[in-house]
C-alpha cells in the first residue's frame, strides 16, 4: 500500500469561519464557511470546495508536462508532485512503479494530475502521440546547459530517479538533453530540486507571468 500522507487539515494557520452573510457563489464549501478553512491552499481558494478548486486550475494549466522514472521507489516523487502543482503543470507522469511516497506531496496530489506508465517506451508512446517535444534533464556528457537552451512550448520533461539519473530508453527517446550547471563538489542536485529548475526555467520563458499569484 502507498504511505500515508499529512492530511489537507491543520497544515498551516487558515481562516476562521466566514464572518457575516455567507456567500451563494457554488464554489463555496458551506462547512467551511461555517467551521474555517485550514487546508493548505493559497488566499484565493480559501473555503472552496476541492472540486472548484480543481476546475479553477484545470483551466489554467501550462502545456508542460513532466515525467520522473521510478524504478526504484524514488523518494522525490511527493517533491515533484508538489512543485508541478504550484507551477500549474498539465500532467504529472510517473514511470515503473505504482507505490510512491505522497508525504513529500503535502496533499498537493489531490489537485495535481497524476498518470502512470509501466514503462519509459509508453510514456514515450503518449508523448509522442500528444504532440509533446520530450527533454531529458541529466547530467551527463553531451548535455547541452538548459542555461542555454529554449525550451518547447509543448513540452515533457523528464527526470531519472536519484543516483542513477535517467535510463538509456529516456535518453534516447529523448530530442535533447539539458544539464544543470554546477559548480561545487557534488556529482549531481538532488532529483526534485532539478526537477523544480527545469519547471521553472520553462515558466520564465513560457508562462504568463501576469496571471501568477
Keep these: 500500500m502507498t504511505e500515508p500522507g499529512p492530511t489537507e487539515w491543520g497544515e498551516g494557520p487558515g481562516v476562521g ?29 480559501r473555503y472552496w470546495t476541492r472540486e472548484a478548486i480543481i476546475a479553477d486550475i484545470d483551466a489554467r494549466r501550462h502545456r508542460l508536462h513532466v515525467a520522473i522514472e521510478n524504478f526504484g521507489n524514488d523518494a522525490n516523487i511527493g517533491a515533484v508532485v508538489r512543485t508541478a502543482n504550484a507551477f500549474a503543470v498539465d500532467t504529472v507522469h510517473i514511470v515503473g512503479r505504482r507505490r ?24 514515450l508512446g503518449f508523448a509522442a502521440q500528444a504532440g509533446l517535444t520530450v527533454v531529458a534533464i541529466d547530467n551527463i556528457p553531451g548535455a547541452a546547459r538548459i542555461e542555454d537552451a529554449v525550451l518547447p512550448a509543448d513540452c515533457l520533461l523528464i527526470f531519472g530517479q536519484e543516483g542513477p539519473g535517467i535510463t538509456p530508453a529516456a ?23 532539478a526537477a523544480g529548475i527545469a519547471m521553472h526555467t520553462w515558466i520564465r520563458q513560457h508562462a504568463d507571468l501576469g496571471r501568477a499569484w
Excluded at 28 to 43: I, K, M, Q
Design 17 to 45: 469561519p466566514w464572518p457575516g452573510e455567507p456567500p451563494a457563489d457554488p464554489r463555496y464549501d458551506p462547512e467551511l464557511l461555517r467551521t474555517g478553512d485550514t487546508r493548505n491552499v493559497v488566499d484565493a481558494y
Design 100 to 123: 510512491w511516497n505522497r508525504r513529500g506531496a503535502m496533499v498537493t496530489d489531490r489537485y495535481q494530475r497524476l498518470r502512470h506508465h509501466d514503462s519509459t517506451a509508453t510514456l
Design 171 to 193: 535518453t534516447a527517446g529523448a530530442a535533447i538533453t539539458l544539464s544543470i550547471a554546477q559548480f561545487g563538489s557534488t556529482r549531481s542536485i538532488n532529483a526534485a530540486v
